[in-house]
């Protein structure tokens, strides 16, 4: 326990030092400034190239290339603007008590450095000086990737109408099973594309129902698939860090759960996934839930935000069974959302700000990973709160005059909630009994089940449900008794493997 103590507390000391992300850099970090004079070679190209060049160059998302000297001073100031603001480079949390692995938040030193370099005139500097640019594999941000696959066919996205959601599979043709550490997509035509879900699927039922209604892909989701990833509006990649990985079975086909909204002009779509592979198995478990659970259903969202209603909040809390290893927040929520927070209250009362977005950007749905993992005690208060403004003064709002919005899977309705991301061993959220012996992971589930059900009556009662699954209670109790019978656990089973030690080993 005083180990744990020791290192949630050094995690939060060094916490309000933010630092640039490392990971992406090409190029030598520009220096603090300097009393010498400040050229564009020395010192402002690599920090435009480190921060920017990454989505201003040819072919990204941002609206003109940031490459060569002229490309920058002639919007110098603009530039200046931007980044003092820091509504560039895009990063929307709060500096708080963590770090994020791939901040791109630009530290003080940065702005002055750069600021200093317009005021005394944008010195061009020595152009032996001037580092190279930044290469991206084939256009790819994580690199080379093991396996690029691409649909065979391209979707065709109406003018308008309503949301499109659309599910396409995709044959990997595996040779053997692989460990899955991130997927980079590329739609070719980015203006409708809303979100992208990974599932993986072994069965060959996707790859069946795909183009049965004469078009490519399929709609909804009435099998069992893995989900193993997503993507989306503004999302940059990135690997999984701590070594973790996503088990994809030789057998499975990649499934892309698209979400289009259109945007007033057609568009036909062809979506390309880039694999990346890890050379091991990962040692540990990776373990995500969502505070309040269910993208916020069942909340007061589900009788909706009143319109002009400024201030309307929904919030959930779930306490820690034991301690674990948080890695990774992040959260997700439609147009009329404002704001949201992810905080942890530990036993001895200390709150600390986990992810707080204090302007909430649909166009961002960023996802964070901590620079180090931190140790959260068990009894820990997990607390995750969403605010929404269904007023007119919401630029965002997607209704004029504004009107009731509730709970609802189109982007014009409303959801809500944040992700808590664990890196768990085997047993850590069951202490008590510790690792299931032998490989089996099913087994290790049933065992795990078994040692639960003190009564020994194959159900689980009330006192025997272990906080751990309360967050998940609305889906495994599917006849709301409050008791999960066989059939609720069984049919649960995958969901349940997956956060509680099982995801695919
Ligand atoms: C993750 C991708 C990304 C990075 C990194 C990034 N930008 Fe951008 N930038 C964009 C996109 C996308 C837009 C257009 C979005 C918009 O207009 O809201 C944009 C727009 C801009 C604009 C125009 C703003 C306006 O009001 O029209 C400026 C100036 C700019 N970026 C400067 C920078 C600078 C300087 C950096 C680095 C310090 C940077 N950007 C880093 C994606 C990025």
Same mark, same amino acid.
């Given at each position: 326990?005083?180990?744990?103590?020791?290192?949630?507390?050094?995690?939060?000391?060094?916490?309000?030092l933010v630092l640039p992300h490392s990971d992406?850099?090409?190029?030598?970090?520009?220096?603090?400034?300097?009393?010498? %004079?400040?050229?564009?070679?020395?010192?402002?190209? =690599?920090?435009?190239?480190?921060?920017?060049?990454?989505?201003?160059?040819?072919?990204?998302?941002?609206?003109?290339?940031?490459?060569?000297?002229?490309?920058?001073?002639?919007?110098?100031?603009?530039?200046?603007?931007?980044?003092? $603001?820091?509504?560039? =480079?895009?990063?929307?949390?709060?500096?708080?008590?963590?770090?994020?692995?791939?901040?791109?938040?630009?530290?003080?030193?940065?702005?002055?450095?750069?600021?200093?370099?317009?005021?005394?005139?944008? @010195?061009?500097?020595?152009?032996?000086?001037?580092?190279?640019?930044?290469?991206?594999?084939?256009?790819?941000?994580?690199?080379?990737?093991?396996?690029?696959?691409?649909?065979? %066919?391209?979707?065709?996205?109406?003018?308008?109408?309503?949301?499109?959601?659309?599910?396409?599979?995709?044959?990997?043709?595996?040779?053997?099973?692989?460990?899955?550490?991130?997927?980079?997509?590329?739609?070719?035509?980015?203006?409708?594309?809303?979100?992208?879900?990974?599932?993986?699927?072994?069965?060959?039922?996707?790859?069946?129902?795909?183009?049965?209604?004469?078009?490519?892909?399929?709609?909804?989701?009435?099998?069992?698939?893995?989900?193993?990833?997503?993507?989306?509006?503004?999302?940059?990649?990135?690997?999984?860090?701590?070594?973790? @990985?996503?088990?994809?079975?030789?057998?499975?086909?990649?499934? *892309?759960?698209?979400?289009?909204?259109?945007?007033?002009?057609?568009?036909?779509?062809?979506?390309?996934?880039?694999?990346?592979?890890?050379?091991?198995?990962?040692?540990?478990?990776?373990? $995500?839930?969502?505070?309040? =659970?269910?993208?916020?259903?069942?909340?007061?969202?589900?009788?909706?935000?009143?319109?002009?209603?400024?201030?309307?909040?929904?919030?959930? %809390?779930?306490t820690l069974p034991a301690k674990a290893e *948080?890695?990774?927040?992040?959260?997700?929520?439609?147009?009329?959302?404002?704001?949201?927070?992810?905080?942890?209250?530990?036993?001895?009362?200390?709150?600390?700000?986990?992810?707080?977005?204090?302007?909430?950007?649909?166009?961002?749905?960023?996802?964070?990973?901590?620079?180090?993992?931190?140790?959260?005690?068990?009894?820990?208060?997990?607390?995750?709160?969403?605010?929404?403004?269904?007023?007119?003064?919401?630029?965002?709002?997607?209704?004029?005059?504004?009107?009731?919005?509730?709970?609802?899977?189109?982007?014009?309705?409303?959801?809500?909630?944040?992700?808590?991301?664990?890196?768990?061993?085997?047993?850590?959220?069951?202490?008590?009994?510790?690792?299931?012996?032998?490989?089996?992971?099913?087994?290790?589930?049933?065992?795990? *089940?078994?040692?639960?059900?003190?009564?020994?009556?194959?159900?689980?009662?009330?006192?025997?449900?272990?906080?751990?699954? $309360?967050?998940?209670?609305?889906?495994?109790?599917?006849?709301?008794?409050?008791?999960?019978?066989?059939?609720?656990?069984?049919?649960s089973a995958p969901r349940l493997r997956q956060?509680?030690?099982?995801?695919?080993?």
């Amino acid at each position: 326990m005083a180990h744990i103590r020791n290192s949630v507390l050094a995690v939060a000391s060094i916490a309000l030092l933010v630092l640039p992300h490392s990971d992406l850099y090409a190029v030598e970090p520009n220096a603090a400034p300097t009393t010498g %004079e400040v050229t564009f070679s020395e010192h402002i190209a =690599p920090l435009i190239f480190n921060n920017c060049y990454e989505c201003h160059r040819p072919g990204e998302a941002a609206p003109f290339s940031l490459m060569s000297y002229e490309d920058v001073s002639k919007r110098a100031t603009m530039l200046q603007e931007v980044m003092e $603001r820091r509504f560039m =480079p895009p990063w929307h949390p709060a500096p708080g008590h963590v770090e994020f692995h791939n901040s791109r938040r630009l530290s003080d030193d940065q702005l002055a450095l750069y600021s200093k370099w317009v005021a005394t005139g944008k @010195a061009k500097g020595d152009d032996e000086k001037l580092p190279e640019l930044p290469t991206f594999a084939g256009g790819w941000r994580l690199g080379e990737p093991d396996l690029v696959v691409t649909m065979p %066919e391209s979707f065709h996205v109406p003018a308008d109408g309503r949301d499109i959601y659309r599910n396409f599979a995709i044959p990997l043709d595996l040779p053997e099973d692989k460990w899955l550490t991130a997927i980079e997509i590329r739609p070719d035509e980015r203006s409708v594309v809303h979100h992208v879900l990974y599932f993986s699927d072994e069965s060959g039922v996707a790859r069946g129902l795909d183009g049965r209604d004469g078009k490519p892909g399929f709609r909804g989701m009435g099998f069992r698939a893995t989900q193993v990833g997503g993507w989306a509006v503004g999302g940059v990649p990135s690997k999984l860090p701590y070594g973790l @990985a996503r088990k994809l079975p030789q057998a499975s086909d990649l499934i *892309l759960a698209c979400h289009f909204h259109p945007v007033g002009k057609a568009a036909d779509v062809k979506i390309t996934a880039a694999l990346y592979f890890a050379d091991k198995p990962p040692e540990r478990d990776y373990v $995500r839930f969502q505070i309040p =659970p269910g993208y916020g259903r069942g909340t007061k969202l589900s009788q909706g935000v009143p319109p002009g209603e400024k201030n309307f909040q929904i919030e959930g %809390e779930f306490t820690l069974p034991a301690k674990a290893e *948080l890695i990774h927040v992040s959260g997700h929520a439609h147009y009329i959302c404002k704001s949201m927070k992810a905080t942890a209250t530990l036993p001895d009362g200390t709150v600390l700000d986990l992810l707080s977005l204090p302007a909430w950007d649909f166009n961002w749905q960023g996802q964070y990973y901590l620079k180090e993992g931190l140790w959260l005690p068990k009894g820990t208060v997990l607390r995750g709160e969403v605010n929404y403004d269904n007023s007119a003064d919401n630029l965002n709002n997607p209704n004029d005059p504004p009107k009731l919005i509730k709970w609802g899977i189109q982007s014009t309705d409303e959801m809500g909630s944040l992700f808590f991301g664990f890196a768990v061993n085997d047993g850590d959220l069951f202490p008590d009994q510790g690792r299931p012996r032998g490989g089996n992971r099913a087994a290790g589930l049933t065992q795990r *089940l078994k040692a639960l059900d003190k009564n020994s009556d194959g159900k689980l009662q009330a006192d025997e449900i272990p906080a751990a699954f $309360r967050p998940l209670m609305s889906r495994i109790d599917k006849d709301s008794d409050g008791v999960l019978d066989r059939q609720e656990l069984t049919e649960s089973a995958p969901r349940l493997r997956q956060l509680f030690g099982g995801a695919g080993r």
